[in-house]
């Protein structure tokens, strides 16, 4: 057998502390010029072998993905499939059709990666047929993953961090907030938190994704302040989870409160299953919870969703912060699966 080992790419076309949301497949490569190809195979995983590319091959391959944008994405299993796998003097890069490019881990279980949306990732399915109608295919890729990046920043409140390494594991916490966990979570921010959870929840990539699959369809401009935003605030209101300020504007950069935090998170938690509660609240201040808010206070605080800022006292009008939200994320998907 052939022993090739894959090393993860070298972080060098972009900045690392705060990676981008999309680049050029050329600038994740680290490749800007064919002419540094020395070699390209096509493998496959599940069968440990691979195909040689020849040097008018390469040329096409990389004519066609150079200006290619691929996407950051949390992705949990980043090795599956056919790979592309590239060689130039400085060391090998692979991409994976179906997971993209390994950056780095995003805490103990989970990677960063770079993909091509799907119209891209069609563009280059035929590496794939090209190895699955192969006779003369070779023995054994073997992949080295390295794990010496972690691109996951843990917040300085100490009682977060297990939270936030757990959401990072089970793919809920999107890279963007890694930098923001003490400040106050909009809107918008909120919806992205409870929208991805719903996808991971059901094994899709998106909540979008969920919805075609259901033929559900949403409007993606029905609050007049919500031109640009993320489309979780848009398919949340129309799976009733969410509501606006009124009839025509949503807020979406406003803060949102402990108290509406509550009822968001007991609307998702009705999704999957029965929701009441017979307890009573015995915080310091529970008169001051909205006469609307009272069950799903009551509900959240039951099931150990969300529990006061200190033993006596719940503030059901302070503001939650990132670092809040994740934490009871977490504790709602814990409690869902």
Known sequence: MTLVMLTAITVSAYNVVNLPKDMTLADAFGIFNAEEITRVTVSDLADEKHIELTKDEINNFYTTAQNMTVYRTVNPTPFRGIAVNVFTADGQKSYYLNSGIQIGMYGSSNYICYMLDKADTEKLLYLDSMYKDSTE???????????????????????????????????????????????????????????????????????????????????????????????????????????????????????????????????????????????????????????????????????????????????????????QAVATIVRLYNLIQ
């Open 137 to 323: 295919k070779l023995n054994g890729e073997v992949l080295n993953i390295d794990r010496g990046k972690d691109f996951l920043k843990l917040p300085s409140a100490l009682w977060a961090q297990s939270f936030v390494k757990e959401a990072a594991a089970k793919s809920l916490l999107p890279y963007e907030f890694t930098n923001i966990y003490s400040e106050h979570i909009s809107r918008e921010q909120f919806c992205i938190l409870l929208a991805n959870m719903i996808a991971v929840k059901e094994n899709y990539a998106s909540l979008d994704l969920y919805m075609i699959d259901r033929g559900q369809p949403y409007l993606k401009n029905y609050f007049e302040d919500c031109n640009g935003v993320d489309d979780s605030v848009n398919i949340l209101f129309a799976l009733g989870i969410v509501n606006g300020r009124d009839e025509s504007h949503f807020d979406p950069h406003g803060t949102i409160s402990r108290e509406e935090a509550a009822a968001l998170l007991c609307k998702t938690a009705e999704m999957y299953m029965w929701i009441g509660t017979e307890t009573h609240l015995n915080y310091s201040d529970t008169q001051n919870i909205s006469e609307w808010a009272r069950f799903f206070v009551t509900w959240a605080n039951e099931y150990g969703i969300m529990t006061g800022i200190t033993e006596t006292e719940f503030a059901p009008h302070d503001a939650y912060t990132v670092e």
